[in-house]
């Protein structure tokens, strides 16, 4: 089974930036579909954004165009550009792949606070 590992997140003021990182243990081009989702404490996990075939791409509608979602497959690696942050974005992110028999694998997740 592929591993994922998520890293980048972190403590940052309103209105600052991070990119997020997703290392993947296989290539990308194995699965259907790659996503970011998060998930704030007492809250439901939501998707964030995702990449499915044809490098076709969603964004949930309250990000405001503010992240951005891309892949390397040559490196096996996902990425998330969070810009113009907001307190309402802290959460645990979590990166994951979608098999073809619709499988869904999750990374361990990684911290992102946005402060005042």
């Known amino acids: 089974q592929v591993q994922l590992v998520e890293s980048g997140g972190g403590l940052v003021q309103a209105g600052g930036s991070l990119r997020l990182s997703c290392a993947a243990s296989?290539?990308?081009?194995?699965?259907?579909?790659m996503s970011w989702h998060r998930q704030a404490p007492g809250k439901q996990r939501e998707l964030v954004a995702q990449?499915?075939?044809?490098?076709?791409?969603y964004y949930a509608d309250y990000l405001e165009s503010r992240f951005t979602m891309f892949r390397d497959t040559a490196k096996n690696m996902l990425y998330l550009q969070m810009n113009s942050l907001k307190p309402e974005d802290t959460a645990v992110y979590y990166c994951?792949?979608?098999?073809?028999?619709?499988?869904?694998?999750w990374g361990q997740g990684t911290q992102v606070t946005v402060s005042e």
């Open positions: 994951a792949v979608s098999t073809y028999m619709n499988e869904k694998i």
């Open positions: 296989e290539s990308l081009l194995g699965f259907n579909a």
């Open positions: 990449i499915s075939d044809y490098s076709s791409s």
